[in-house]
C-alpha cells in the first residue's frame, strides 16, 4: 500500500464546532506532516511528527491540535476555528525524519462559516 | 516564509511542446525536488536533485541545478494535456528536513 489517505474529502463547519481530520498510511513511514494550502499558493508546513513525537510546530495557533495516536494514524483537532482557516489541508509522510521525499494524501478541503 | 520564487506563474503550451519552468531559492540548499499537483489535490514527487548534481533526468523531465545561481529549472518535454497541474519547487531546511514551497507555476498543455 503506498497512499496516503485522508477522511473527510470536505468539511464545513461553523466557528463554535469541534472537529477532526485524519490521515492514515500503512507504509511503515516514521514521519508525518500536517500543511495548510490556501487557494493558488504553495503548501505551508504546520506540524511535523517523528516517531509518533510532535517535534515540529510552526507557530500554528492553539485551535489546530495534532495527534498521533500511532505510526499509521494522524488527527488534526479543530476547535473554535475562524473563516480564514479555510483552505485545503494536506497530510504527507516520509519514510523517516532524515528522508527528503514525502508522500501526500489528497487533502480535506475545509470551509468554516 | 516562501523559500523560493517560480516563473512562469502560469504557462499554456499546446500538446507536444516543451515546458520550462524556473524556480530562484535564497538559502544554500542540500537538495531541491518538483511536485505536481492536480488541481485541489495532494502533491506528487516527480523528481530529486542534490546539491552536487548539475542536470537529472527522468522520464520526460530533465531537470537543472545551478548553486551558483541558486536557481533550477524543470523541462517537461512532449507535453500531454494529462500534464496540466500545479508545479512546485521545494527545498528542506533545519532537523526535521522541513520542505518549503516556491510560489508554483500553473502549466496548462491545450489538446
Known amino acids: 500500500d503506498t497512499e496516503v489517505t485522508q477522511t473527510p474529502k470536505h468539511l464545513v463547519m461553523g466557528m463554535t464546532n469541534k472537529k477532526s481530520l485524519k490521515c492514515e498510511q500503512h507504509?511503515?513511514?516514521?514521519?508525518m506532516y500536517w500543511y495548510k494550502q490556501k487557494a493558488k499558493k504553495p503548501p505551508e508546513l504546520m506540524f511535523v511528527?517523528?516517531?509518533?513525537?510532535?517535534?515540529i510546530n510552526e507557530s500554528v495557533p492553539s485551535r489546530f491540535s495534532p495527534e498521533c495516536p500511532n505510526s499509521s494514524l494522524l488527527n488534526l483537532h479543530l476547535h473554535a476555528l475562524q473563516p480564514e482557516d479555510s483552505a485545503l489541508y494536506l497530510c504527507?509522510?516520509?519514510?523517516?525524519?532524515?528522508?527528503?521525499?514525502?508522500?501526500f494524501g489528497p487533502g480535506t478541503r475545509l470551509t468554516v462559516t | 516564509s516562501q523559500q523560493g520564487e517560480e516563473d512562469p506563474q502560469a504557462l499554456s503550451i499546446q500538446e507536444g511542446e516543451n515546458a520550462t519552468m524556473n524556480c530562484s531559492y535564497k538559502?544554500?540548499?542540500?537538495?531541491l525536488q518538483w511536485y505536481r499537483q492536480n488541481s485541489g489535490r495532494g502533491l506528487v514527487h516527480l523528481i530529486l536533485?542534490?546539491?552536487?548534481?548539475r542536470e537529472k533526468h527522468s522520464g520526460r523531465l530533465r531537470v537543472t541545478l545551478d548553486t551558483s545561481k541558486k536557481s533550477s529549472s524543470l523541462l517537461i518535454t512532449a507535453s500531454r494535456a494529462a500534464d496540466t497541474a500545479s508545479y512546485f519547487c521545494?527545498?528542506?531546511?533545519?532537523?526535521?528536513?522541513?520542505?518549503?514551497f516556491g510560489s508554483g507555476t500553473q502549466l496548462t498543455v491545450l489538446p
Open positions: 504527507a509522510s516520509s519514510p523517516g525524519p532524515l528522508a527528503y521525499e514525502q508522500y
Open positions: 507504509m511503515g513511514h516514521r514521519a
Open positions: 511528527y517523528s516517531y509518533e513525537k510532535l517535534s
Open positions: 538559502t544554500s540548499i542540500n537538495n
Open positions: 536533485i542534490r546539491s552536487n548534481e
Open positions: 521545494a527545498t528542506d531546511r533545519g532537523s526535521a528536513r522541513q520542505l518549503t
